[in-house]
């Protein structure tokens, strides 16, 4: 497969453009603040970059991060903006077109922004262990409609997890089916190519992350894709495709399922660009200056990371009330039923 996909990515495809689907160029839903990073980064940059949006989390400045199958270089170069001088963006790709246009323009954006802090390096994200990367280096590695491509996801997440300092996380953006996927669309390299036949069945993906140490997989947000192409949307039939962003945190202590210590937080308000509510993923917007109830994990998640500071945590573990209500998960046992006067009924 990565002889499909550098021939696509190097070869076939000259702009954005040539792309026969949307799925791995949609912009729609990026943050009016992000928009204006595009500005400083050079047009063929641009053009030659197949990402789908713009994977950007919130408190960069200082960080050193990691994007795998970082193409012509787009999100190091605006990601670069963000960290400032004291951080460092480190873009890994194995198409040698893609990367050439990346590095051909860094005295461009050295000059444009007023500092030197990207690497761009060759090579597989299957096979990072051959880059020299030092372990519990990175604070955040990214990744934008990459993994899909690769033919060994699990050696991805595997590396992904002894990359990342404790407490860092892996935020990324990806396409993802709602079955799995049959070997004869997988064989074709144009759905290969387009995002589509690598894509994981979301549920294989939960799986995955949890084999690789992540235990609670977060889903930031999500949108239904749509395939406009008549003859690509003939061969798929009626399996469905969704471009999703998820953040995966790296700490040991995080357990596989949200449990109810009777904890909660308050949220300072002092994220840069959030200033009324922090969205943590698609089931946890926390107001400012509000006591928000959460589940164990969800305090570890912010307790233990970057965003620390900008919480206020009340609670501990000393004591347990069981599975966190609205999570998803119920008790499987048959509970009885509870009278008006508070008395349990008869079984």
């Not at 873009?91 to 802090?117: C, I, R, W």
């Not at 036949?197 to 889903?219: E, H, M, N, P, Q």
Request: glycine fraction near 8%; proline fraction near 4%; include cysteine.
């Amino acid at each position: 497969m990565h002889d499909v996909v550098q021939n696509y990515y190097g070869k076939e495809l000259q702009s954005t453009n040539d792309l026969k689907t949307s799925a791995c160029c949609d912009i729609s839903n990026m943050p009016e603040w992000l928009k204006p990073l595009l500005a400083n980064i050079h047009d063929e940059v641009l053009s030659r970059y197949y990402g789908c949006g713009l994977v950007c989390p919130a408190l960069l400045e200082g960080c050193r991060i990691l994007d795998l199958g970082s193409g012509s270089g787009r999100d190091v170069y605006a990601l670069a903006q963000l960290v400032g001088e004291s951080g460092h963006v480190v873009g890994v790709d194995m198409t040698d077109e893609q990367l050439a246009v990346a590095k051909q323009h860094q005295a461009y954006h050295v000059e444009n922004f007023g500092y030197d802090n990207v690497t761009f390096l060759h090579g597989y994200i299957e096979k990072l262990d051959e880059l020299d990367l030092e372990a519990n280096s990175f604070d955040i590695i990214v990744s934008n409609c990459v993994i899909n491509l690769s033919p060994d996801k699990a050696a991805v997440m595997a590396s992904v997890q002894r990359l990342l300092k404790p407490g860092g996380e892996f935020y990324f953006s990806d396409v993802y089916a709602d079955r799995r996927i049959p070997q004869h669309l997988i064989d074709d390299p144009v759905l290969y190519g387009e995002c589509f036949s690598g894509a994981l069945y979301w549920k294989d993906f939960t799986r995955l992350s949890r084999d690789a140490g992540f235990l609670d997989v977060r889903l930031v947000e999500d949108r239904p894709l749509e395939i406009t192409d008549p003859a690509l949307a003939a061969k798929i039939g009626d399996i469905q495709f969704f471009s999703a962003t998820y953040r995966l945190f790296k700490i040991d202590s995080l357990e596989d399922a949200c449990e109810d210590h009777g904890q909660a937080v308050i949220y300072k308000g002092t994220i840069e660009q959030s200033p009324h509510r922090f969205d943590l993923d698609k089931h946890h917007a926390i107001e400012a200056g509000r006591v928000f109830p959460v589940c164990g994990n969800t305090f570890r998640m912010l307790q233990e990371s970057r965003f620390a500071p900008h919480f206020e945590f009340i609670g501990d573990y000393s004591r347990h009330y069981g599975i966190f209500a609205g999570c998803g998960e119920l008790m499987p046992f048959t509970q009885p039923m509870v009278l008006a006067t508070g008395l349990g009924g008869c079984c």
